[in-house]
């Protein structure tokens, strides 16, 4: 069954996205990760979500918060979907939120699906070519992702600037690109590596974590959920939802238009793979 799992679910999602752009920068959607970045290094904002962008370059030259910067993984809800009824329901067992963990402050389970957004790159050699050709292409898989030859591009040298080679935006990948001797020998503070690398691991580590779809027609997907979820955002930011019972409405009409444009994307494959097989 590929019915989308989206209704109050994905309407909460557009109101605390919504939310947050009410704080954020006037210039947020105008670009990538060097947005978020440069703006927290100027001291413009005090919280982003980012890759690991906003802490490997938060120690460049003339940046105000090097030294200053705390890293904690992605927070929870309280709140689940419930596949059966299709609405968003208070987490009041581990039978119900099977990852969940206890609040300790306020005694509630709170589940916790973390992102491993953009889920990195892969290679593969192909059958048909000469033993002698896979085994070169394995040899250069193997020398491109050696951890040690790569960890210059993984963690910039705080120290000395001018001894960072091109900026590769690569993210720790290795067991040992985490190790938090190997940030402080670079000029990174032990307290903020020390959370950097509890919030990768702790992530990485969950049995809940969430990666991208990886099935036909995934960019659509995505394409869909990122045109609706922006055009919501920049309502917000405009003023346009600042009536909450026409913002509510606004969230539900925009729910159900995805869920049909899936929908519709999921038929168009079906139909483009049944043309192909005529």
């Known amino acids: 069954d590929l019915a989308p799992l989206l209704g109050p679910a994905m309407e909460e999602t557009l109101r605390l996205q919504g939310e947050q752009t009410r704080y954020g920068a006037p210039d947020e959607f105008d670009g990538c990760v060097g947005i978020h970045v440069d703006n927290m290094n100027a001291g413009k904002c005090v919280l982003t979500y980012n890759w690991g962008n906003s802490f490997s370059d938060h120690v460049r030259e003339g940046s105000t918060v090097k030294g200053k910067l705390g890293v904690a993984p992605i927070p929870g809800s309280h709140r689940v979907l419930n596949r059966q009824t299709g609405e968003l329901e208070e987490c009041t067992s581990t039978e119900m939120c099977p990852h969940a963990v206890r609040d300790e402050r306020t005694g509630k389970l709170i589940n916790q699906a973390p992102y491993g957004a953009y889920g990195g790159f892969s290679g593969a050699v192909s059958g048909s070519v000469s033993r ?23 963690i910039p040298n705080a120290m000395d600037p001018d001894a960072n080679p091109v900026p590769t935006g690569m993210d720790p990948y290795a067991k040992s690109m985490l190790e938090v001797d190997e940030w402080t020998s670079r000029g990174f503070d032990e307290r903020s590596a020390t959370e950097y690398k509890y919030a990768i691991e702790s992530q990485l580590g969950s049995s809940n974590v969430v990666i991208d779809l990886r099935i036909p027609a995934a960019a659509d997907f995505m394409a869909a959920i990122d045109d609706v979820t922006t055009r919501y955002c920049n309502g917000t930011k405009f003023g346009e939802h600042d009536d909450e019972g026409r913002a509510a409405a606004v969230r539900a009409d925009l729910s159900a238009e995805l869920a049909r444009r899936w929908q519709d994307i999921v038929a168009d494959f079906d139909k483009e793979k049944d043309d192909q097989g005529a």
Do not use: G, H, W
């Not at 394995?138 to 591009?153: L, P």
């Open 132 to 154: 002698e050709n896979q085994i070169a292409a394995a040899e250069f898989f193997a020398f491109a992702t050696s951890a040690k030859k790569a960890i210059k591009y993984v």
